[in-house]
């Protein structure tokens, strides 16, 4: 069955660094785009970071400089590296694998940044 698993989470302190992993499993990740998204308690989920096909990537503005979103298509995994985490960036983070026809939603795997 295909899915895509998040792993990499946990609480770490302001200015820390953590590094989030989306596998897939069951699809080609190289035929898809992969975006990690965050929701926040009360809060809409947000798009933070893509990587394309290509291997084009893009980021909110919010983490711009701090997050950096990588693939590795010979181990279907995508990572996302967050450096100087702030508490503000507190919140589950979702993978999702794109096929444009189709796409697939990761559990999701929670961040805590304390100050």
């Known amino acids: 069955q295909a899915q895509v698993v998040e792993s990499g989470g946990g609480l770490v302190q302001s200015g820390g660094s953590l590094r989030l992993s989306c596998v897939g499993h069951?699809?080609?990740?190289?035929?898809?785009?992969i975006e990690w998204y965050r929701q926040a308690p009360g809060k809409q989920r947000e798009l933070v970071a893509d990587?394309?096909?290509?291997?084009?990537?893009d980021y909110a503005d919010s983490v711009k400089g701090r997050f950096t979103i990588s693939r590795d298509n010979a181990k279907n995994t995508v990572y996302l590296h967050m450096n100087d985490l702030r508490p503000e960036d507190t919140a589950i983070y979702y993978c999702?694998?794109?096929?444009?026809?189709?796409?697939?939603w990761g559990q999701g795997t929670q961040v805590t940044v304390s100050s």
């Open positions: 069951g699809i080609i990740f190289s035929t898809y785009n």
């Open positions: 999702k694998a794109d096929g444009g026809w189709t796409y697939y």
């Open positions: 990587v394309t096909r290509g291997n084009a990537s």
